[in-house]
């Protein structure tokens, strides 16, 4: 029954990202009662000018605020209907059409990697293990993820996917960052993970900043 339930749930991401997209912005803004565009963009002042590669990047709210920096930042997305919708957003953006199991970049060619509310996709044990391949030896994986308003549906229905998705530890003694498995397959592919909690308005964001490991 679970394992029925995970495939439902990743169909249903998947028609969302494809037939769908059309709808996400709106089903976004309406989830996030308004703060999904601020959500997204909360990982760019940890990144500042530094080269960055955008894995999942839907209808092009980064690409948006990076097109005009000096510094290359590159749009990856496997739906043709985001590319779309993020060139539509960000007229002079680079997006390329591949997927995070199989990046097309050279060994250590990317010093920032970021992924925002991103599908099961991304932690995958072949896109973690592409993301530490194009990381340089400092570089780093930022993740923006867990937006939470008090009283809000957003992350009530966020964590049941993640839970149905992933499954959950059953230790209550370990700390919750160790609790989540998400986090747990980021140490496994061999990244040092910290967190933080970020204050938009009256709502808050989490962000993983997963930093290469050398061992």
Not at 28 to 43: E, F, N, R, T
Not at 107 to 121: I, K, M, N, R
Not at 155 to 182: E, H, W
């Given at each position: 029954?679970?394992?029925?339930?995970q495939?439902?749930v990743?169909?249903?991401?998947?028609?969302?990202?494809h037939e769908?997209a059309?709808?996400?912005?709106?089903v976004?803004?309406?989830?996030?009662?308004g703060?999904?565009?601020?959500?997204?963009?909360?990982?760019?002042?940890?990144i500042?000018?530094?080269?960055?590669?955008?894995l999942?990047?839907?209808?092009?709210?980064?690409?948006?605020?990076?097109?005009h920096?000096?510094?290359?930042t590159?749009?990856?997305?496997?739906?043709?209907?985001?590319?779309?919708?993020?060139?539509?957003?960000?007229t002079?953006?680079?997006l390329?059409?591949?997927?995070?199991?199989?990046?097309?970049?050279?060994?250590?060619?990317?010093?920032?990697?970021?992924?925002?509310?991103?599908?099961?996709?991304l932690?995958?044990?072949?896109?973690?293990?592409?993301?530490q391949?194009?990381?340089?030896?400092?570089?780093?994986l930022?993740?923006?993820?867990?937006?939470?308003?008090?009283?809000g549906?957003?992350?009530?229905?966020i964590?049941?996917?993640y839970?149905?998705?992933?499954?959950?530890?059953?230790?209550?003694?370990?700390?919750?960052?160790?609790?989540d498995?998400?986090?747990q397959?980021?140490?496994?592919?061999g990244?040092?993970?910290?967190?933080?909690i970020?204050?938009?308005?009256?709502?808050?964001?989490q962000?993983?900043i997963?930093?290469?490991s050398?061992?």
């Amino acid at each position: 029954m679970l394992q029925r339930m995970q495939r439902l749930v990743i169909w249903a991401f998947e028609r969302f990202y494809h037939e769908g997209a059309f709808s996400y912005d709106l089903v976004a803004w309406l989830m996030s009662q308004g703060y999904w565009s601020q959500w997204v963009l909360a990982a760019l002042l940890e990144i500042a000018d530094q080269p960055l590669l955008e894995l999942g990047c839907g209808t092009g709210y980064v690409q948006k605020a990076r097109q005009h920096q000096a510094s290359l930042t590159i749009g990856l997305d496997e739906s043709h209907q985001m590319l779309a919708l993020s060139r539509r957003r960000a007229t002079q953006a680079n997006l390329v059409r591949a997927v995070a199991q199989a990046l097309p970049y050279a060994d250590g060619s990317w010093s920032a990697v970021l992924s925002t509310f991103p599908a099961p996709y991304l932690f995958d044990r072949r896109s973690l293990a592409e993301i530490q391949r194009v990381l340089t030896n400092d570089g780093k994986l930022y993740i923006v993820d867990g937006g939470n308003i008090p009283n809000g549906l957003y992350a009530v229905v966020i964590g049941l996917i993640y839970r149905l998705v992933f499954g959950r530890q059953s230790n209550p003694d370990l700390p919750t960052s160790q609790l989540d498995p998400r986090i747990q397959r980021l140490h496994e592919a061999g990244f040092r993970v910290s967190t933080q909690i970020k204050q938009v308005g009256r709502s808050q964001v989490q962000l993983f900043i997963a930093e290469k490991s050398n061992l």
